[in-house]
């Protein structure tokens, strides 16, 4: 197998300006991006369970599940239980939640400049 070295360091930037943008975010929000994310989601949504948060975000149960955590933890989102299936979780955002999303202006945020060609 032949491995382009032009990719995998292109990859990198990309993974470091990633990471640049989660930590301005971090810094000004008390946000990780997975926890933007979901934020983000579920107000497009409206709402969520567990499984679809994992899939809409790309995470396996585990890590879907630490998200959620963080977010509850923090009072942005809440829980409650499918009234037709007792084992089935609905996620949505509190009131906090939406205040935290909309003060973060993403309209505004400034990404960093590898990634401002990336977004669409």
Do not use: W
């Not at 990198?12 to 991006?33: K, P, S, W």
């Amino acid at each position: 197998m032949m491995f382009d070295r032009q990719k995998m360091c292109r990859v990198r930037d990309i993974y470091r300006a990633i990471t640049e943008l989660e930590n301005g975010m971090e810094a000004a929000y008390g946000l990780n991006l997975n926890e933007a994310m979901l934020l983000c989601s579920l107000s497009d949504k409206g709402g969520m369970t567990a499984g679809e948060v994992g899939d809409c975000l790309g995470l396996t149960q585990s890590n879907a599940s630490k998200v959620i955590r963080s977010l509850e933890k923090k009072k942005l989102l809440k829980r409650t239980l499918d009234k037709a299936d007792k084992r089935v979780m609905h996620f949505q955002l509190t009131k906090a939640g939406e205040a935290k999303l909309e003060g973060m202006d993403c309209q505004n945020m400034t990404l960093p400049p590898l990634l401002e060609n990336c977004v669409v």
